[in-house]
DNA sequence: CCTCAACTGTGAGATTTCTCATACTTATGA
DNA sequence: TCATAAGTATGAGAAATCTCACAGTTGAGG
């Protein structure tokens, strides 16, 4: 994570991304920019959270540690979208999820302990964050139901379209294998079967997209139904 | 739906609900008590939504009609719960949603039109809100997980339990399939399972729960895992 | 009373997905 | 350098779940 000191830069992220009507103060003053690498952490679970984060560019994955040991993605995210909030109106000190950079990221971040107080009592911001909360439910139900209503291939392909980066899916099986709520041995069947059918190749660490217009065509009723 | 004037029933609830903590004004002047008879609407999808209900005894659920006309099961609620506050908070004037009692259901409930602006100002019941928002995410995204992570069975137990009433089971097969992501025929397979355990009778209308305590606890991880 | 739609119920075969057993490879730490 | 863990990979049989075809029951409306 590094900071980016350049304030033409980061005026141009505050107006085109919406962020300055979040608040009910011009929050540019107290506003850094950061930038994360491609798999850096935004955030890590159990590390105490410094800044309320407004993701501006980039993909990044939300990761839940289980009590077993166990790693299970729990959603994607792209921006325009706050990172950090849940804990901010919980008041609680830690994460409790991780947040992952799949490709480079950019973030506006406001430090939380100066200002959590001021964020708390600011009606603007409280109904945005509300806003923000009822979109997100919105969209967790849809997406709780397409994952019932679809089929693995259709999600698979979503999925990688999602996280794939210059046409590279290199993500790890036994994640993906949990966010699909599919079995290890399935996964590398479906995977089996999108190369047999020429829509990936498989090279060394990772799996390369051969036929973007065929995984794009079976994603599009997931799509579809999650916007 | 009939409204309650005994003012001492009313104040009774205010106080054990916690219903007062919610607002940073005193709202027992402008809020009415409702009754609702199992298998009333509460709200009604695409009817304008007049009150901000907090359910403070009863269950109920909520449902979403999908553009092909079918009726998807989406989630549940127990004491103490908001009902239409996203709507209240999107200042969307009709219900996205239809909720319908399950069993006898008591609602406090706050005229919307009224009070609405004052609500979406009030830095106390909007955090409340968000509060309610984070949680409910939570439970979201551990039901999602269950949902992948159980086998039907165990969930239908959760489900049977959650949704019986005075010993008795009666949801219609198409939708309760359609919550679970599963087919109409595989979900009287399992049925018919619990009827062959001795954990369900089929009486006339409805399933009688015979086993108690095997449908606990089948239910019992699924459960466990969503508190 | 008749008809239609919605709900319930069952069988049989196909498909999806899981479990388990087993190896090979790679990274990591002692 | 060796041992161990994690990730990858594959086969085979079992279990879960789906699709389709068909039929009986019930309730509402003409």
Request: with cysteine; net charge neutral.
């Amino acid at each position: 994570m590094q900071e980016i000191d350049n304030q033409d830069v980061i005026n141009n992220f505050i107006t085109t991304s919406g962020y300055d009507g979040q608040f009910s103060f011009d929050p540019q003053q107290d506003t850094k920019l950061f930038h994360f690498a491609a798999n850096d952490f935004i955030v890590k679970a159990g590390a105490p959270l410094t800044y309320l984060f407004y993701l501006v560019k980039g993909k990044a994955k939300l990761y839940d540690v289980l009590a077993n040991g166990k790693v299970s993605l729990i959603d994607f995210f792209t921006p325009p979208c706050f990172i950090g909030e849940m804990e901010l109106i919980e008041q609680r000190p830690e994460t409790a999820f991780s947040m992952q950079a799949i490709t480079d990221c950019w973030c506006l971040a406001l430090p939380i302990r100066s200002l959590q107080k001021k964020l708390l009592a600011d009606p603007i911001f409280l109904r945005q964050i509300c806003l923000y909360f009822v979109h997100k439910n919105y969209r967790t139900v849809k997406t709780a139901g397409n994952n019932a209503a679809f089929p693995v291939a259709q999600r698979l392909a979503s999925f990688i379209l999602l996280t794939a980066h210059d046409g590279l899916y290199s993500e790890k099986h036994v994640q993906v294998a949990e966010y699909l709520g599919i079995s290890y041995r399935h996964l590398l069947y479906v995977l089996a079967q999108f190369v047999k059918d020429g829509y990936l190749v498989k090279q060394q660490h990772h799996y390369k997209i051969t036929n973007l217009d065929a995984l794009t065509a079976l994603a599009q009723d997931v799509n579809e139904s999650t916007n």
